[in-house]
């Protein structure tokens, strides 16, 4: 089936660290892929999508690279800051429905 | 402009009571989404309308969970003979959903209703 794998949590990290978490899809066609990131108290945003093979998404610092080959969607920022702290979420899409399939959720924790 | 709201923000019930719980999408979407979300997981799908028509209800764990959105605006998910194990966040979203094929429609959240069963 279809399903999304992102590292498990708390990540706790100082600020200015260079951040990966990493996501990993197992997906029948060609899905697009998505980063959505919950701030305390508040509902799930979305930070960046990836719609087909070596796009790169990109908002607020943060990138990620969807490769097909190794079926992963890494997020990345190289210069974290207390503000950044989350949770994270990895999510998919297939073509012709909406539905979004979405990992576990990963904490993020920033100390200053 | 406002964006997906839901309401209550939290319920608390006994078992055994239905429950109403509220999403108000963004104004002019076409597609709305419902997603159940436990304590420490990602949300998982529940049921999709387009419009006024509920399109994918595969999500719904059990006959007691109904979802209605009678004019395609509001929507109301239902659930009935409320057990423990359906205390979680459930959350709407909305999207524009109006091209076939758009694969990476965004879909906008609310801030879900947090549904406490005693």
Same mark, same amino acid.
């Given at each position: 089936g279809n399903s999304v794998t992102q590292m498990e949590g708390p990540v706790t990290l100082s600020e200015e660290a260079f951040l990966t978490i990493n996501c990993t899809y197992t997906a029948t066609g060609y899905p697009s892929l998505f980063w959505y990131v919950q701030y305390p108290g508040e509902g799930l945003q979305l930070l960046l999508k990836a719609t087909k093979a070596d796009d790169k998404g990109s908002n607020k610092g943060f990138e990620a690279t969807y490769r097909k080959e190794t079926t992963s969607f890494h997020l990345e920022k190289g210069s974290v800051q207390v503000s950044d702290s989350a949770v994270y979420f990895c999510a998919l899409t297939l073509g012709g429905n909406y539905q979004l399939i979405w990992g576990a959720g990963t904490k993020l924790i920033i100390k200053p | 402009g406002a964006g997906v709201s839901q309401s209550p923000r939290y319920k608390v019930a006994k078992r055994g009571q239905d429950v109403a719980l509220r999403c108000d999408p963004?104004?002019?979407?076409v597609s709305l989404f419902w997603y159940q979300q436990a304590l420490g997981q990602g949300p998982e799908f529940l049921t999709y309308f387009q419009n006024e028509a509920? #399109?994918?209800?595969?999500? #719904?764990?059990?006959?007691r969970f109904f979802a209605e959105r009678p004019e395609g605006s509001v929507s109301t998910l239902k659930i009935q003979?409320?057990?423990?194990?359906?205390s979680a966040v459930y959350l709407c979203a909305s999207s524009h959903?109006?091209?076939?094929? #758009?694969?990476?429609n965004e879909q906008f959240f609310g801030p879900g209703t947090r549904l406490t069963v005693l």
């Open positions: - | 963004i104004s002019g979407h509920q #399109l994918d209800k595969s999500g #719904l764990p059990s006959d003979r409320t057990q423990q194990e359906d959903g109006q091209t076939a094929g #758009l694969v990476s």
